[in-house]
Structure formats: C-alpha cells, structure tokens
C-alpha cells in the first residue's frame, strides 16, 4: 500500500495502520481498537476513522464483524485444509477406544495441557455474573434450589430456551424440552431411545471420540461416513450406507463439528432430514457449537428442517457459558419424547436444581446475547493466532483445518508422522493434545491431531507451539500404513 501527499488524511492514516499489521503488531484475527478510540488516539474525527477502516476493509487488510467491530483479516493460508477421507468401510465396526484414551487422558495428567481440552478459558466466561445470578437465585428462592425439580426440568428454563430457537431457525414451545446433565447425556438419552446393543449408527469421520465412546458404552457399532473438513458429511455416501445395511439412527454434529469444524449448509441440512425422513432414520444433532459462529449470522440447525419428528436436537451451555453447571437439553417433540422423559427419570430423576436456577437467572438478567458476541470474537481470533502459529512452527506440508465457528484445529502432518510418539514426547515438556486415532473407530488418522483454541493467546501458547512444532519437525514418518 502506497501513499501520496496528495492523499486524504484517512489514507494517510490507513497507511500507518497497514504498516502495524505488516510488522506484526496487529496480528490476523485479532480485534483492532474500537472507533472512538482511533479518534481519540491519532485526534481525527469519527468519520475520518471510519473512513479508514472502511479504507482497510476494501483493501482485504481489515474485516468487519457485526456488533463485534473490525479485525485483521486472516491471511491465506500457505498450505490446504486436510483432505476428505476416502473410506472404505462398508459396515459397522465395534468400537474399542476407551482403554486408549483413558491412557492417554491420563497421562496428561497433571501437565500444562491448553491444547486438549475442548472448554473455553475462564477468563473468557462471564463468572462474576454467574456468581451473582447464583446469589440472587439463593436470596430469592433458597428452599427450592436445594429440592428435586422436575424430571423434564425448571420450566422457567424450558421456555427462556424455546424463545431462542428462532436463531437456529426452529420454533419450540417449552413442552419440547427436557433438560439433562450436560450435552452428553442428552446424546446418550437418544441414543438409547432410538437403539438398542448391537445396532448400527452412522457418524461422521472423524468425530468427536466422546461420541464414540458413547456408542461403545451402549453397545452399539459405528458406521463412519466421509466428511469434508468444510463442507461437512457426504450425503451421498451416506444414502448409499442405507442402501447397504440397516442403520439404527445417526449421531451427527452438523454445526462446527469436533474435530473438523466443518459445517454443512443450509442446504445441505435439508436435504439430510428430507433423506433420513424417507428412510425413516432418526438424526441425533448434537449442536454444541452451535452459536458459536465467526461469520454475520448463525448456521440453522437440521432441527428446522424437521416436520415429522426424526431429528432429536441436542446442546448444552457447556461451551459458551458455564462448562462445570453440566446444563443441557433435548428438543424433540411428539415421536420420542415421551420416552425420553421415561429414560431421563430412570437415569438420574432429574438435573441439579441450582445450576438450572442460576442458568435461568443469567439469561434473564445477565447480557447472554452480549456476552456471545464477545466470546465469538474471542474463539475467532484465537483460532487464527493458533492456525498461523502452527504454519510457523510446523513441518511444511502440514495441513490445518479453517473452521467458520467453534474453537477446535485438525491438523494433518506430513510424511505419515506418528501422532502418538508425538504426543508422548510432547508430555515431556508438559505439552498435551489429542491423538488423531482417537476420533475414530477404525485405525484411521495416525498422523492427525487434534488442537484446541479456548485459551486467550498468549506468549506461553505460542511457545508451547512452537515445541510441539519442534518436536513434529524432527519425528520420522510412522512405519505404520494410515487409512
């Protein structure tokens, strides 16, 4: 970007700003300074900063986000996504990951591990509001708070959530919902509902191994169906599947999924539900990351594509709000619900009573929508810093995923590299994630990893990067052959 003398006073300054991108000191995704203080800092006018952004913005050097303000907009990436998997597998396999992943959960523990855990920094949480909502809910109603609620759950909570089904695109009334301990046992609520040991449930792959351990648990075999890194599981893969065997239900994340971040199009999520209403296959949505997105407006959800009943929406407030309150829910109206509701009482009565008080509370009183806009911004950025860091200190070749929401990294080395040997050296310098094979059923992604972006960046992140970076550099390429 050149500048003249002849130049208006808002190019001249646009110029300034490009210079401290260029150098690094304002880095790609992340939040530059709001407009007023622009104004403030260099004593020009509103307009004059406005114009400078929007200077910046045509130049592809800035983004703006609504009611978030401008970033830096992330850079191309050096190298693609992760490719697609080509798979094989034409029908369920046992699955047999918990041994494993306990070993591996439980070597790190104890060690500096940010890149492991999917759950968000608390420094990125609103808990002093929480806090706040949990006093007013004990001042208010401490007798109630330490009783039994009902089965199906508050019914103050029940209808602050169906008010916000219209952002996923649906309509709900509270009598659609039942609230559990956490997303996950919402999953396995459905999944036990619609399945019983021995059947077969079509994932995605690679998909989140809590997922699997799920189907595991129960019984169940997974039939893993393709999945693109962006634009999410392969339908035509899947019809095929159907056509091959009997499929029980599918137990999707349709919306960022975990690991990929990929996420299936408007489009796409009809024609998913028209195809599992035609083959009369229940669709277990798991949403969590749901409202998470980077982009001007949040995806829809399969749920609001669906009118007879087969899609079972599951999500929680675990990634975006409080992970430890374990606040989750069901939507699924008239085919399975009352089933649910019978499966929900025999598991454990009901969910805690005071985290869905202060649940309650906060989105009563507490700024929610405010609060979303902030903690988008954040895993946006965060997620950025993380994908340049790993393309610095990375073998070349190596392959990140570019998720539009949520705060998870795949990431594919080159040459067959072997991601348990470098998770084992990593933990010698206290540096922990997920191994690849474990979001699988199948000996499948050796040379993947999962990384997770729900830390605050920092200068300790990006060292400990460029350790593992290290560490990937110099590790020889896996004997083992990779599906």
Known sequence: MTVTTKDPLYVSLAHTLHELVTQGVWQPGERVPSLRHLSREHRVSLSTAFQTYTYLENKGVLEARPRSGYFV?????????????????????????????????????????????????????????????????????????????????????????????PRWGGTLTADDLIITSGCLEALNLCLRAV???????????PTYYGLLQSLENLGLKALEIATHPQTGVDLDELEAAFQRQPVAACLFVPTFNNPLGSCLSDDKKQQLVTLLTRWAVPLIEDDIYGELYFGPARPKACKAFDTEGWVLLCSSFSKQLAPGYRVGWIAASGRFRAQLERLKFMHNLATATLPQLA?????????????????????????????????????????????SGGFVLWVELPDARDAFELHRQALRQGIGFVPGPLFSAQPRYRNCLRITCGQPWSPDLEQSLGVLGGIAQQLLPSPRDVA
Request: charge should be positive; aromatic fraction near 6%.
């Open 195 to 205: 399945t019983r040991p021995g059947d077969t449930v079509a994932v995605e792959s």
């Open 73 to 165: 907009r992330p850079r191309a990436h050096p190298a693609p996504a992760p490719s697609a998997p080509t798979l094989s597998a034409t029908t369920g396999a046992e699955v047999r990951i918990s041994e494993q992943l306990a070993a591996v959960l439980e070597a790190q523990a104890g060690h500096h591990a940010p890149f492991a855990v999917a759950v968000p920094s608390l420094a990125l949480l609103p808990v002093a509001r929480l806090q706040k909502a949990v006093t007013k809910v004990l001042r208010a109603a401490a007798g109630p708070s330490v009783g039994y609620e009902l089965t199906v759950g508050n019914a103050l909570l029940r209808r602050q959530i169906a008010q916000q089904a």
């Open 359 to 403: 649940v309650s509370e906060f989105l009563a009183h507490g700024r929610y929508d405010h609060h979303l806009r902030q903690l988008r911004a954040a895993f946006a950025a965060q997620v950025q810093q993380t994908t340049q860091a790993i393309y610095r200190y990375f073998p070349a070749g190596t392959r990140v995923t570019q998720p």
